[in-house]
């Protein structure tokens, strides 16, 4: 599987962005899919997730209801809805495909995109 994101970019403190990721290669719907972000001189950390057959989605607790993850299968593509950001959400954020293992682990996910920066100014 190979992994697109995009939608990253610069957004003032209470703005939103919705992020995307393509898939191409082996079948996406097999996948569940997940998103992770890594803030400057930070650990990559879990944000968000969801199976493959899609539904709700799983949330780390900094996304406090903010964050919505969602997926269309037929257009191979994972989206993270991003609403009220705040500096701290700064970070770049990647997704990630996975079929087994817990789904808060990176060890867990076997494909990974290449990151898109979001920045967020106060």
């Known amino acids: 599987v190979q992994l697109q994101a995009s939608g990253g970019g610069l957004v003032q403190a209470g703005g939103s962005l919705r992020l995307s990721c393509v898939a191409s290669?082996?079948?996406?719907?097999?996948?569940?899919m997940g998103w992770f972000r890594q803030a400057p001189g930070k650990e990559r950390e879990f944000a968000a997730a969801?199976?493959?057959?899609?539904?709700?989605?799983v949330y780390a607790d900094f996304v406090k209801g903010r964050f919505t993850i969602s997926r269309d299968n037929a257009k191979n593509t994972v989206y993270l809805q991003m609403n009220s950001l705040q500096p701290e959400d700064t970070a770049v954020y990647y997704c990630?495909?996975?079929?087994?293992?817990?789904?808060?682990?990176?060890?867990?996910?076997?494909?990974w995109g290449q990151g898109t920066l979001v920045t967020v100014s106060s």
């Open positions: 969801i199976p493959w057959s899609g539904g709700s989605g």
């Open positions: 990630a495909a996975r079929q087994y293992g817990s789904v808060w682990s990176q060890s867990a996910y076997d494909y």
């Open positions: 290669g082996r079948t996406f719907s097999r996948y569940g």
